[in-house]
């Protein structure tokens, strides 16, 4: 007899589980299933709706994110990337990061051409407009423990920014905006213009 109870037990507790599953089914939305009512039927002695055009909000064409930038983890912060009371702190636009001055174009094409030879980086090329050419030799330091170095799968010292850049100097209001650019004209990647503006930032800030 016990065991007859078990079973009916059972056997409702599995027929509620199978009606309740069909509750947590994808249902269609209902749109789906929507007609055209009746149009609307205005009296003669009022007027009909009016039904104005929908606004164009255009607004100034992006860059694309590409490289690095697809990554959807957060930016590197920088130690002095605030504004607060700094003269020269990271900022990000549609255009990428960039290092923002507040200093004249021209001032600022001109120390910052000071700061490439500063900062023991080869300077190849100076432009009144700001537009440098440099050679940037990341010296990297392992400050990985005597472990971590035995492990030589673990990627060595990090990511190397050495290599041939260019800066562009551009007029945002009465401040500047410098922006690092790889030496064929393309946009530097994130972390390559964080780390390089970041020095950069130290010098002009």
Known sequence: MLNLIIKAVVLSA???LVQG?????EKPPEYVES????????????DMPQYTSPIDISGPVMRKPAGDELNPGPP???ATAGRGDTNAFMAWSGQGVYLMVKDT??????RLGFAIERSGMNLLEKDTAGKHR???YHARID???FWQKMKFWSGGKGPNYS?????RVEADGEDTRVYLLFDSGESATTDSAEHVLGIFMERLG
Do not use: K, N
């Open 14 to 16: 599995l027929v509620a």
């Open 21 to 25: 599953c069909g509750l947590f089914r």
């Open 35 to 46: 007609v055209d009512g009746i149009p609307i039927r205005v009296p003669e002695d009022l």
């Open 76 to 78: 590197r912060v920088v």
């Open 105 to 110: 174009p021209d001032s600022v094409a001109r």
């Open 134 to 136: 440099f050679e940037y």
């Open 143 to 145: 400050e990985r423990s």
């Open 163 to 167: 290599g041939i850049y260019r800066t």
